[in-house]
């Protein structure tokens, strides 16, 4: 599991419940940030807690996804760095920005998104996207991994299959992609084809429903989606997340638990759960008694 915290500082709840559930993965947000020293000395703690090996997340996009903007060098919006089309500058930010992480103790970012703005594309997606054409969004997302690796810090392409073509925010409410197969594979496959050949270490997979590959299920719950085509087809042979279960997309249709299993049982590694303790603690049962 990759698990969110409520605040600034370890509670003796929140002790007990890294203790328990033993996550794979700790990620932060804006919520858990006071200052350089305070989000150093929390890092800190967590590993001594449960681990030096347990990996701390944080997404690090750029523009206006940036959860400690007053701490962290300057990381522009990709679309910015799209527009003016210089991976050298992109992987010259991207390095300044691992460096950073790291030494706070971050080990895994989740970026680059590679997903192409397109017409029908949700506004919120704008700055998120590098652009729309495949090669530019590959060359960019590209030169943002190496970035990342060569300052020591790991690097997730999302949000596969590829939510540039929806209408609706998938943190609000389930969205429907029409796209044929074949389309998606010429298009909005071909950036994580290429991040999966420069090592990305992570696929994020989105909550969107693809209907043309599976339309029963979002692709956070869908096998077809995970396992025959970014496991079997894409060869991908990483981690393989599930974008956020609290999501409107996925909350208003499915309980935790369900969920849960659904997204292991479709073949995502790593369940996230980022708010809701309650939810953690379900999901963490869920995964237990899959387990056993």
């Avoid at 020591?152 to 596969?160: C, L, P, Q, S």
Wanted: proline share 5%.
């Amino acid at each position: 599991m990759l698990i969110g915290l409520p605040g600034t500082h370890l509670t003796a709840d929140d002790k007990e419940r890294l203790q328990r559930i033993n996550p794979w993965g700790v990620i932060l947000f804006a919520r858990n940030y006071e200052n350089t020293p305070q989000i150093k000395a929390l890092i800190c703690e967590i590993k001594k807690l449960i681990g030096e090996d347990t990996e701390i997340a944080l997404d690090h996009e750029g523009g206006r996804v940036v959860r400690f903007p007053e701490a962290l060098p300057e990381l522009p919006a990709p679309r910015l760095f799209g527009e003016e089309n210089n991976p050298e500058k992109m992987y010259e930010y991207s390095l300044r920005a691992a460096k950073a992480l790291q030494d706070w103790g971050i080990t895994f970012n989740l970026a680059p998104v590679v997903d192409l703005f397109m017409q029908t594309s949700h506004q919120r997606m704008y700055d998120r996207c590098f652009g729309g054409d495949p090669q530019l969004v590959a060359t960019m997302a590209n030169a943002f991994i190496k970035g990342m690796h060569d300052g020591g810090v790991k690097a997730t392409a999302k949000h596969f299959p590829g939510i540039g073509p929806a209408a609706h925010d998938t943190h609000e409410r389930g969205t429907v992609i029409e796209m044929t197969k074949e389309e998606m594979d010429k298009k909005m496959w071909y950036p994580f084809r290429e991040a999966i050949a420069a090592g990305v270490d992570a696929v994020m997979v989105t909550h969107g429903t693809y209907t043309h590959i599976d339309p029963d299920f979002p692709a956070t719950l869908s096998r077809k989606v995970i396992t025959d085509v970014l496991r079997n087809e894409l060869g991908f042979k990483g981690l393989i997340l599930s974008d956020d279960l609290e999501m409107g997309a996925i909350e208003k249709h499915y309980d935790i638990e369900e969920a849960v299993e659904k997204s292991m049982a479709g073949g995502c590694d790593i369940a996230c759960i980022c708010l809701h303790v309650e939810n953690q603690d379900r999901g963490f049962e869920t995964i237990r008694k899959i387990s056993t």
